[in-house]
């Protein structure tokens, strides 16, 4: 019984400390939300109370000052008072803000039913589920986008995403060559040639080189990249690093494009030249694994084990998952 009592009056003293935290809370926020730059708003409200307007205003005041979880109240108010596209798509974009991902969901499925012509909540939705990696309702979503509109490029682009995710290369270069041709924008460019070249088709090249001669302001840097990876990979050495060295022009601190380059150089068995270029790397930048792994790899191959171990040491404490890393300190340790 004494148990049971202490037990009991534990609960309730839990209850109360959280009681008394939810008041505090709410005064809290009745504090922001009477200080400016509120003020006027919420005065506003109390006189138009059913105003769905005026709480959309403070709710989007509160969003850009940071104070997401106290504008979730003012856009659900706003969606009860005024149901329609403009208010449910601000609630949604709150509700995903404070990582209210479930009630996310359950709106923009009522929302695809209220209205079924506007594409907007299937693709938030069909986002949703490709980052909790649904891919194929993610996909199924997009299809219907498709369906009602085949001339939506962001939805061929989406779609080319998702079959990649699902391992379907082929159907993947079919629409993403679709949504290129509907609008030849760089980003989807790039994620073509980008599998063109993964797939070493000199359909990349040819891609690539359209795309740098539309590059008016001269910093475009991933077709070059993308270049240079095919040169790689088909072992045209020379012209990779040609590739790889208009990368680091435009952009000093592409660390990729170093590391590239010193694995060709490192292909090449020239290893005091590729430590040179991944010793670059690490400088640019010293908080990426990549650069120390291969630091590791030229130590290594030129007897240098303990200064090895050490790189590749340091490659996993910026990346604890770096497999590769790992292995090789257990074979230098054997």
């Known amino acids: 019984m004494k148990y049971y009592l202490s037990g009991l ?3 309730f003293c839990l209850l109360m400390l959280c009681r008394c935290s939810s008041v505090d809370q709410r005064q809290e926020n009745q504090q922001i939300l009477s200080a400016l730059p509120y003020a006027t708003v919420t005065d506003s409200i109390k006189k138009f109370p059913g105003n769905a307007a005026l709480y959309i205003e403070r709710g989007t005041l509160l969003s850009q000052n940071n104070h997401h979880e106290i504008a979730t ?6 969606w009860e008072l005024k149901p329609d596209e403009s208010t449910a798509l601000q609630y949604i974009s709150n509700m995903l803000v404070v990582n209210k991902t479930r009630e996310a969901v359950v709106l923009l499925k009522d929302c695809i039913t ?3 012509n506007d594409p907007e909540f299937r693709r938030r939705l069909s986002e949703l589920y490709e980052q909790t990696e649904q891919y194929q309702k993610a996909l199924d979503l997009n299809e219907e986008i498709l369906r009602r ?26 629409a993403l060559e679709q949504s290129y041709k509907l609008q030849p924008v760089n980003y989807t460019g790039s994620a073509l040639a980008s599998i063109y070249a993964s797939r070493h088709d000199p359909r990349a090249l040819s891609l690539c080189d359209e795309m740098i001669k539309k590059d008016s302001s001269g910093t475009f840097t991933d077709a070059y990249f993308i270049k240079g990876i095919y040169y790689s990979d088909t072992r045209q050495y020379k012209a990779a690093v040609v590739q790889f060295d208009e990368c680091i022009r435009r952009d000093w601190k592409f660390t990729d494009a170093y590391v590239e380059k010193g ?11 590729a430590l040179h270029i991944f010793s670059m790397a ?15 790899r030229c130590y290594e191959a030129t007897g240098k084990k303990d200064q ?8 996993l404490a910026l990346d604890p998952n770096f497999v590769q890393a790992s ?8």
């Not at 109240?73 to 706003?78: C, E, G, I, Q, S």
């Open 73 to 78: 109240a003012d856009y659900k108010k706003a």
């Open 114 to 116: 209220r209205y079924p």
């Open 149 to 174: 509109d085949s001339s939506n490029f962001e939805s061929w682009f989406a779609k080319g995403k998702l079959l990649i995710a699902l391992k379907d290369t082929m159907g993947a270069i079919q």
């Open 308 to 315: 090895a171990i050490t790189n590749y040491q340091r490659a």
């Open 263 to 273: 694995i060709v150089i490192y292909e090449q068995k020239l290893y005091d030249s």
């Open 282 to 296: 690490a400088t640019v930048s010293n908080t990426i694994a990549d650069p120390y792994f291969w630091i590791g």
């Open 9 to 11: 009056l534990s609960f």
């Open 327 to 334: 292995e090789r300190i257990k074979n230098l340790e054997r």
